[in-house]
């Protein structure tokens, strides 16, 4: 079968290899010069699965009344005249009930802990060098009420298979002694030994290229602009995808079924065709700093939950990453926001890195209100989804490419998760047919 997938970040390039594998023809399409340029570009690098609670949790509508308005909170929103932030403001409030929270934690651990193995997968396959560390997440915490606050969510992962372990600030430094200048601060964490870190940039590159000597297409600088569509109820289907090329002419390409991974972006598409995906960015930030000091610089990769900012060391690079605002497609800058990562890093590791010349980034995470992704298929019966990752699509990037590959290939995938537009098996808890939207 002839496959087009709509975009080249760590979502459409794992969908494009694990389609290669299920023998399909592929061809990606994206409208920058090479693979991962945006949101899978400079992001916190962690594979994450302990990260499964969702913003979206019974304690951030208090947190985000305090934050309104603070330039450097770590979860700001700025409210606009726009219709889908309002609809999608909504939507995540009703998703902070501890129901909903603890339902969107399993749905999340189920994908990202099958993630994880598909991931461990490709790069025994592959061989592809990302700089991965598998030595852990190692998540710290500076407020007692934080820390206590944190266990609930801990307790359901645990329940759930994941391996998250709380541990007092003794044992924190124990297992990162480059956290030692900040002992005194930490008042408890929790460490998962399976999860691990790694270059989502270096890998998604590694892999488009892997892709293309399988034999995929990839059709770079070409820009999607709509999809093209036939019949109504059950006989709708796209006949094509009307691009524009590196040249600047419109052309229409032609496959038997289209996977739409174009992150932030999946939602003004699929709006053109009358899907209403509950999708929007979430700007985060990321700062790059060059290691002066290999031993004073953490190996372990670090979530730090005073700043929500989580660190990961790049061989000999560090990467410290996080924040989000809620603030439409910008992607400038805000040298406040940029000021405070930096200040924040050198007080955990002052003499670690060259502080003087960081490299700041901001990219769009494909917001979903719950963070559950949607993967699976829609009323035209050859476009399928697999887009709306958050916070966690370098976690579940591998599964979800995995899982949209069996879908597209006419099978159910071997999990336990909501898949969109699919009848739910009869096992587990039961779930919803799609992710909460407004
Ligand atoms: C600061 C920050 C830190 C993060 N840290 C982590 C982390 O530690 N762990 C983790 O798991 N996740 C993390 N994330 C989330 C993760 O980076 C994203 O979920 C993931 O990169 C999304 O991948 P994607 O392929 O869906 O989107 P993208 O990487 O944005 O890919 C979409 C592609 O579609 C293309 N495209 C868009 N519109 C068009 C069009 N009209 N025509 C053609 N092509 C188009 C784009 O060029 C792009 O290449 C972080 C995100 C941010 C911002």
């Known amino acids: 079968m002839k496959v087009i997938v709509l975009g080249a970040g760590i979502i459409g390039t794992a969908s494009a290899w694990f389609l290669q594998k299920a023998g399909h023809d592929v061809t990606v399409i994206d409208r920058q010069p090479g693979a991962a340029q945006e949101t899978s570009f400079a992001n916190g690098c962690q594979i994450s699965v302990s990260h499964a609670e969702p913003?979206?949790?019974?304690?951030?509508?208090?947190?985000?009344?305090?934050?309104l308005g603070k330039e450097d909170a770590p979860l700001l929103f700025r409210l606009?005249?726009?219709?889908?932030?309002?609809?999608?403001?909504?939507?995540?409030?009703?998703?902070?009930?501890?129901?909903?929270?603890?339902?969107?934690?399993?749905?999340?651990?189920?994908?990202?802990?099958?993630?994880?193995?598909?991931?461990?997968?490709?790069?025994?396959?592959?061989?592809i060098a990302y700089d991965c560390e598998t030595r852990g997440?190692?998540?710290?915490?500076?407020?007692?009420?934080?820390?206590?606050?944190?266990?609930?969510?801990a307790q359901l992962m645990r329940e759930l298979g994941c391996p998250r372990q709380n541990i007092d600030a003794d044992e924190v430094v124990r297992i990162e002694p480059a956290l030692a200048a900040v002992r005194d601060k930490i008042v408890g964490g929790d460490f998962t030994a399976t999860d691990e870190s790694g270059d989502i940039y270096k890998f998604t590159t590694g892999l488009a290229k892997k892709c293309e000597e399988a034999g995929v297409r990839f059709c770079f600088d070409t820009s999607v602009t709509r999809l093209l569509t036939e019949g109504s109820g059950a006989g709708a289907r796209i006949t094509g995808v009307e691009v524009i090329d590196e040249h600047g002419r419109h052309q229409v390409l032609h496959a038997d079924s289209y996977v739409l991974a174009m992150g932030s972006f999946s939602q003004p598409l699929a709006k053109q065709v009358g899907i209403d995906l509950m999708i929007y960015p979430g700007k985060g930030y990321s700062a790059t700093y060059q290691v002066k000091a290999p031993d004073l610089a953490p190996h372990v990769s670090l979530t730090d939950d005073g700043h929500k900012l989580v660190i990961s060391r790049l061989g000999d690079r560090l990467r410290v990453a996080g924040t989000a605002e809620?603030?439409?497609?910008?992607?400038?800058?805000?040298?406040?926001?940029?000021?405070?990562?930096?200040?924040?890093?050198?007080?955990?590791?002052?003499?670690?890195?060259?502080?003087?010349?960081?490299?700041?980034w901001t990219g769009l995470r494909p917001m979903t209100p719950s963070n559950v992704p949607y993967i699976g298929k829609t009323r035209f019966a050859n476009l399928f989804l697999n887009t709306g990752h958050g916070t966690l699509g370098w976690t579940m990037g591998c599964g979800s490419g995995r899982a949209i590959a069996d879908i597209v290939s006419g099978r159910r995938p071997d999990l336990d998760f909501a898949f969109t537009g699919m009848a739910q098996p009869l096992m587990g808890t039961p779930l919803v047919s799609v992710p909460a939207r407004g």
């Open 55 to 67: 913003w979206a949790n019974p304690s951030a509508p208090l947190k985000l009344l305090k934050w």
């Open 80 to 127: 606009r005249a726009d219709w889908l932030q309002w609809r999608w403001g909504l939507s995540f409030l009703r998703e902070c009930t501890p129901a909903r929270a603890a339902h969107n934690i399993r749905q999340i651990v189920a994908i990202a802990e099958y993630s994880r193995q598909m991931l461990q997968s490709v790069r025994d396959e592959t061989g």
């Open 137 to 153: 997440i190692l998540h710290f915490y500076t407020d007692e009420e934080e820390f206590q606050a944190s266990l609930p969510a």
């Open 326 to 360: 809620v603030n439409g497609y910008t992607r400038e800058l805000n040298d406040v926001r940029c000021d405070a990562i930096t200040r924040r890093t050198r007080e955990l590791f002052p003499d670690a890195c060259d502080y003087d010349q960081p490299e700041y």
